[in-house]
């Protein structure tokens, strides 16, 4: 219902521990690997739409073949025109080499993409560009084949500028200041400084240039390298890597903030960001499923060894509740309980704002993402219902039978008040004009719904409010209901994000918006945001290691209710009939229901890591100042 969040990508990475001719003579196909990526990443395409990357690696070549293989596309279905290249590839390779089809060796040796450790990437750009150049993975090439490096990374920094700065006092010329450009740089010097100093060990032991180089890939310790590239990194970051000769890793942030999970047996090891995309694409169970701990980098050596090493100190697990809430798929087993017990949270409420009138209440949702939450709180009104029926049947004198009927007939009315035309794009770019084709996006259901009645509709978050306001609430109140109630499985969003979602701007937020109107109302607007402007501006020109999040004092004088309130009354224009109450998660029941993903800075401002509390005075700074531009 609200405006499309834009959010983090999804990284897949899978190691086939046994050769080509395994798989072909047990699954029939030496096109496993590719096959099984595929799957990976389209089972993860809710995470990226704005590109898709591919990358291969080959064992054991030859000097002179190929053995790195990349394909990246930034079109609109990037997932299938990367896999459609590689497919096409194949096929050319084979219709001029027929006899390579049932031999794997040739097959491997023949054909691009074809190898034992791969690598995928679905993009959701927050900044930036969305073309070829920003899509991963990146490689950086050398022709020492373990100085070869390829990354991909679902993450954000905070302090891109300050790694930029380190890059350049090492003597390095990075050709971008981009996050992916920064990082694969800082783990490439290191990788280098500690490829030349094995080769140097290994000179001073008597071994030739040549004998040297498959010793080093040996005794290459990746954790070393990742501690020293990951020393400042601040940010939310699952981090994956290949190097040239074999081996790979993908790396986690200390507070958890980015999803990491994986599987191995005998036959491989996958890595990526959801859980239910590798129980899917394997077919195993969900406890066969291990969530990579925060700070740790799972790191897999070509010859199959996989090991679990820590790199960074770990902090309080503070994984995002956006993953929860909105973004991940809700397959998973823990994700799906979770939405419902966010719906069913929520209920008290909703009972409040209607009056207790469940008779005269019709229950629905917008969007289809909101549809587990739904449940939960239909499932919550069901409960009601009973626990009433029960007092009434079990009381100590004779049930009223006329209370009892009425019980007894009493149900959730359940309806489906909205259904998208997902054949109505909106291709108008003239604000008035998209906003009055967005209004018509979903078809209404008339007729279902009396002047009598309240009409609520959950949705998983309001962010900014705008489609809610211009266009759904009009659709709605064309219905013809005596009260809209507008339900928010996510509290209400006050600060910026910086670790991957694309919620910079503080003005953007309903809830920010709403807060700045109560002061007005009440006289101090001036006073409380030249107060928050000059903290802000101080402990960024003080450069403050561990700076206070001074954004927090514009909510401090007022209720989530009292916001809620004010919310409601922003969004409802003149033109609305109905009365409209807007009602929002607590944070105390987003940690109920999310006990593992306690991630709330969107909600609380208490960030997690320094760079975020920089980022959000910089962002009210930004406000005060009328500066559009990105606070990191």
Known sequence: MSDAIKHECGIALLQLKKPLSFFKEKYGSSFYGINKMYLLMEK???????????????????????????VRSADQQPIQQIFKTINTRIQKEIDANPEISSNPDKIKTNIPYVGELMLGHVRYGTFGKNNIESVHPFLRQNNWMHRNLIVAGNFNLTNVTELFENLVDLGQHPKEKADTITVMEKI?????????KIYKKLR????????????????????????????NWDGGYAMAGLLGHGDSFVLRDPVGIRPVY?????????????????????????????????????????AGDTFIKKIIEPEEKRACSFERIYFSRGGDAEIYQERKDL???????????????????????????????????????????????????????QPDSKAL????????????????????RTFITEDSGRNDLVAHVYDITYGIVKSSDNLVIIDDSIVRGTTLQKSILRMLDRLGPKKIVVVSSAPQIRYPDCYGIDMAKLEEFIAFRAALSLLQKDGVYDKVVQSVYDKCKQSLDHKEATPPNHVKAIYERYSNDQISSMI??????????????????????????CPKNLGDWYFTGDYPTPGGCRVVNKAFVNFVERNNKRAY
């Open 44 to 70: 993860q395409h809710n995470r990226g739409q704005d590109g898709a990357g591919f990358a291969s690696i080959k064992f054991d070549m030859s000097p002179g073949q190929r053995y790195i293989s990349r």
């Open 343 to 397: 719906g069913k949270a929520l209920f008290p409420q909703v009972h409040q704002a209607i009056g207790g009138d469940l008779e005269n209440s019709v229950f629905s949702f917008i969007p289809n993402t909101a549809e587990t939450s739904f449940y939960g709180l239909i499932g919550a009104v069901q409960d009601y219902v009973r626990d009433i029926l029960h007092k009434e049947l079990f009381k100590s004198d």
């Open 188 to 196: 490439g010097h290191f990788l280098d400084d500690a490829v030349a």
């Open 568 to 593: 409601s009354s922003l969004l409802k224009s003149d033109s609305i009939k109905a009365e409209v109450d807007v009602i929002f998660q607590t944070v105390e029941g987003l940690h109920k229901a």
């Open 405 to 424: 009927s009425k019980l007894l007939s009493l149900k959730p009315r359940i309806e489906k008040v909205a259904i998208k035309d997902a054949k109505l």
């Open 262 to 302: 994986y599987y191995q047996d005998d036959e491989v090891v996958v890595v990526a960001s959801e859980r239910p995309a590798i129980q899917t694409v394997f077919n195993v169970s969900y406890d066969q499923v291990q969530e990579l701990e925060p700070g740790h980098a799972l790191i897999n050596k070509k």
């Open 204 to 231: 001073k032991e008597g071994y030739t240039k040549k004998e040297a180089s498959p010793l080093i890939a040996e005794r290459l310790k990746i954790s070393k390298i990742l501690r020293k590239a990951s020393k």
